[in-house]
């Protein structure tokens, strides 16, 4: 099992700026690929960035040139620095995570419980 614990989110106004932070921890596993996501009301959650174990990054259309993912690999953590923010970034912000178990060589995924980010106008 792995638990992914989020921080950093709150109330900014926009053109402000935040980071979020996401550390996984849990025994038996090798963490791959890294992302955050987000899902504002009525909305379906889309993903945000991604990294992979390697430093290859993946963004968003809408968040281009604003947001920078990035990881800590030694500490199996990832961060979002956000800035520019605008008020249609307002939404919960999601940790997943790609885990692969020492023993089974199976793949899991995992989320985070999630950090609420609100854009103030």
């Known amino acids: 099992q792995v638990q992914l614990v989020e921080s950093g989110g709150g109330l900014v106004q926009a053109g402000g700026s935040l980071k979020l932070s996401c550390a996984a921890s849990?025994?038996?596993?090798?963490?791959?690929?890294m992302g955050w996501y987000r899902q504002a009301p009525g909305k379906q959650r889309e993903l945000v960035a991604a990294?992979?174990?390697?430093?290859?990054?993946n963004y968003a259309d809408s968040v281009k040139g604003r947001f920078t993912i990035s990881r800590d690999n030694a500490k199996n953590t990832v961060y979002l620095q956000m800035n520019s923010l605008k008020s249609e970034d307002t939404a919960v912000y999601y940790c997943?995570?790609?885990?692969?178990?020492?023993?089974?060589?199976?793949?899991?995924?995992?989320w985070g419980q999630g950090t609420q980010v609100t854009v103030s106008s």
């Open positions: 997943n995570a790609g885990a692969r178990n020492s023993y089974s060589d199976t793949m899991y995924y995992y």
């Open positions: 849990g025994s038996r596993f090798s963490i791959n690929a």
């Open positions: 990294i992979t174990s390697g430093g290859s990054t």
